[in-house]
């Protein structure tokens, strides 16, 4: 797929497409690229739609926000800048994994009429993450939100070709499947962030996002704008080897979550389900869907 550029909320946006209407807006993390919709984006675009994977603000070939800004409140406005460049309406669809994930609940309750329906994968609505976050296991799966809030880490994380990627996604990786080959989508991710000023963006939605002085707090930005649940049908997947959620907290968010909404956990699959379980998300996105 060729890269093409647009404009949206004042960022120059890189992104991919395949398909036509209506629009299918798939939305990455870190240290992720378009590239981890690869099996996804040509069954939604089969399937009659517009599949577009936009690079994130910060990762390149995107632009660096001028302010520097990776707050989620600038996520969300780009996830609904972009259906509106793109021409979206109101059957548009939402897709997001990781930070992506973030930005697509965010985005989906603060412009609810661009969106029919959504989907979210591995980053379960930020209330559910309190269940846990006493649980050592738990801190020590999220020690790069801590680790990346210290100013060497711009130092160390480029080491030896991005040797801190590699060991993320084996540390997120669940899949069972000795076939699976991260690969190219490790090399994808650091091609994205291996410029100073990328990594550095890459970084900020962790310093941003998870300020040491009000995370947690009734101060804390990203708590107050993700504290809603969409009002849209979402679809939520969790890979079993992700410990933020088990089947007792999944059956509790789909009883919070719109008519028509449902979820699975994913057995055997870690943090990645678009590509550790292709098949089975994508059967489930496109049964989900219509």
Known sequence: MDVQRITA????????EQGESPLALLLHGFPETPDIFRHLMPALAAAGYRAVAPYMRGFAPSAVPADGSMRTADLIADANALHEALGGDGNAVLIGHDWGGFTTWG???HAPQRWSKIVVADVPPLRFYERKAADPAQIHKNSHFYFFQMGVADQ?????????????????SGSADPAFDSTDYREAGKNALRAPENLRAGLGLYRQNFPAATFGTDQWEMGALLAELPTQPTLYLHGSEDPVMDEEALADLLRLLPAGSDGALLPGVGHFPFVEAPEEVTERVLAFLG
Do not use: E, K, M
Not at 9 to 16: E, L, M, P, R, T
Not at 159 to 170: K, R, T
């Open 9 to 16: 909320n004042g960022i120059d946006f890189a992104y991919v």
């Open 107 to 109: 985005a989906s309750v």
């Open 156 to 172: 160390l994380v480029p080491v030896d070709d991005f040797a801190y990627l590699d060991w993320l996604w084996q540390h997120w």
